[in-house]
């Protein structure tokens, strides 16, 4: 029996800390070192705005480097909103998308690699399914992931975010399987749109939800399941 196992990316597999917050800080500080605004500040403005915020919406006209173009113009907004004139806005809008691919802002679960080399030996495909920037695959890489996956899949490179079913669709047509598994922390994007693409789902590193099928708290609990 052909089994795959998709996997969400950012607070399954890695964590950061506040990703895309302290990112968008970092940039304004390297333009402005002396600015007032606080990080708290840039917070309220990172949760909203991004594709997989209103993953409703199709933005198969957004793909690759149009995507970021979209991003970027939230992202120039709000410094504009904070206050930074238009020529260190922009200054620091440039600098973001290199800042996020740092591998040093992410960190691996202890369980991690254990639970991914497991899954390959006992046959298993292994794919990203990741709400995720274009280069996720570069990150991935520098992380020392690649090797254990047979693909990603990003949203930022196919127009559509989880919970959308057309992006499991892609996905399932992408890795044929008999049985497919979505393991991941949010239980809207991951769980729910996993259960529409009837998959079994698991919900990781975020206590119990009763919509997945089943719910752990270490990745290697996985390995029960898909032997």
Request: aromatic share 14%; hydrophobic share 35%; charged share 30%.
């Amino acid at each position: 029996m052909k089994k795959v196992v998709f996997w969400d990316f950012d607070g399954t597999l890695v964590y950061c800390h506040h990703l895309w917050s302290n990112s968008v800080f970092d940039a304004l500080k390297s333009v402005e070192p002396d600015t007032d605004v606080s990080f708290q500040e840039i917070r309220k403005h990172m949760a909203y705005g991004y594709t997989w915020h209103t993953p409703e919406k199709d933005f198969t006209a957004y793909k690759g480097e149009k995507w970021w173009e979209l991003m970027n113009a939230h992202i120039y907004k709000t410094y504009l909103l904070l206050g930074l004139d238009e020529k260190k806005a922009k200054q620091a809008t440039e600098k973001v998308r290199g800042l996020i691919k740092i591998k040093e802002k992410y960190f691996l679960f202890d369980d991690t690699v254990e639970t991914l080399k497991a899954l390959q030996g006992q046959g298993v495909k292994n794919v990203i399914l990741s709400n995720n920037y274009p280069e996720l695959e570069e990150t991935v890489t520098a992380l020392e992931l690649k090797d254990y996956f047979d693909g990603i899949i990003v949203s930022a490179l196919e127009g559509y975010d989880k919970p959308r079913k057309e992006l499991f669709e892609i996905a399932k047509k992408r890795f044929p399987a008999d049985k497919y598994f979505m393991v991941g922390d949010n239980p809207v994007a991951d769980i729910k749109g996993g259960n529409g693409a009837g998959m079994t789902t698991i919900l990781v590193h975020n206590g119990f939800d009763s919509s997945a099928d089943y719910c752990f708290d270490c990745l290697k609990d996985i390995l029960n399941l898909t032997k």
